[in-house]
């Protein structure tokens, strides 16, 4: 099982050099991929829309900058996106961006991709939200067509391409693994259509995480896929109702093993670590944060070479 790690955007504050340390410091330890969470914009809550469901005033930096940085800084860990709202953003400019990317870090990307939410930061970006799901998957597609081949022709109802070229292809050509996030039915026939891999999460109100992946593997059969070539990930975390084991549970490592190893024993093979709470319990340098990362991956991966 591999072990990611999400970027704490809100370690900006200590400057490049800080960034820098904590990326390297991730790879060292051990990690297997370093992962950007991505908005461009969060909208305040006004008259005629509700709050977010993330604070408008919390730090996002920009998915495609942060990770360039982390290629030029390191030379193993993997580089990826958890996950990029692909149908507010130009696909055409995201391939050559993944490529280029995929080419100055020597192969090592994975892209996520979902939908996203927010209304409001579609309409700033100038695209259409209630068209999000048949964009994406046509963008999915595009995505490949640019990495591989050497003619690019594509018509679908919102994206025309006509006998174009993108060079140079990406070190993994059109093999570069896009992994699709998502809880509804409609995410994961996608994944079991389109992806590489689910990156899963848990929403209050969705049905149980076994009934999900029930679901994804009856539609992988239904799209003539086998179930196990489809990678799943899903971040560690409790349950979202249960307000007061979240409040501990980045501190208490024995929640962190039993979460993991339920996880493997569902199926999933690869696991991520969200820094945000680890800051909130008050691991607010690099300094401290390197030094909790170190104690879990040092927890974790005993647990997980058991199995």
């Known amino acids: 099982m591999k072990l990611s790690v999400v970027f704490p955007n809100v370690m900006y504050r200590e400057g490049p050099d800080g960034v820098q340390k904590l990326i390297r410091a991730i790879e060292a330890i051990g990690y297997d991929e370093l992962d950007m969470f991505d908005h461009v914009l969060m909208g305040h809550p006004t008259k005629t829309r509700r709050a977010p469901l993330y604070s ?10 942060l990770l360039s940085y982390a290629a030029a ?13 692909l149908p507010q953003r130009q696909p055409t400019l995201v391939a050559k961006q993944v490529s280029t990317l995929d080419t100055l870090s020597g192969g090592r ?4 991709v979902g939908v996203g939410w927010q ?7 100038d ?12 963008a999915i597609q595009l995505l490949r067509a640019y990495w591989r081949d050497e003619h690019v022709t594509f018509s679908g109802e919102h994206y025309q391409i006509d006998d174009m070229a993108m060079e140079p292809k ?4 059109g093999s570069i693994p896009i992994w699709i ?5 409609p995410a994961l026939r996608r994944v079991a259509r389109l992806g590489d891999g689910w990156m899963a999460m848990t929403v209050p109100g969705d049905s149980p995480i076994e009934n999900r992946i029930a679901d994804l593997h009856k539609f992988a059969e239904q799209a003539g896929r086998d179930p196990a070539t489809i990678g799943m990930q899903m971040s560690l975390s409790p349950g979202p109702l249960d307000k007061e084991k979240r409040k501990r549970f980045y501190a208490d490592l024995d929640l962190l093993k039993e979460q993991a190893n339920a996880l493997q024993v569902l199926g999933f093979d690869q696991i991520s670590i969200d820094c945000v709470p680890i800051f ?6 690099s300094d401290a944060m390197i030094d909790h990362l170190e104690q879990i991956h040092r927890t974790l991966l005993p647990e997980l070479d058991q199995q």
């Open 181 to 185: 996030g998502g809880t509804k039915p």
């Open 280 to 285: 909130q319990l008050g691991f607010r340098s």
């Open 127 to 138: 695209e259409d939200f209630s068209t999000r799901g048949k964009r994406l998957d046509e």
């Open 56 to 65: 408008p005033t919390m730090p996002i930096v920009e998915a495609f900058m």
């Open 109 to 112: 990307v994975r892209l996520g």
């Open 73 to 85: 800084c390191t030379s193993r860990i993997g580089l990826g996106t958890s996950v990029l709202v």
């Open 170 to 173: 990406p070190p993994q050509g």
């Open 119 to 125: 209304r409001s930061e579609y309409q700033a970006l």
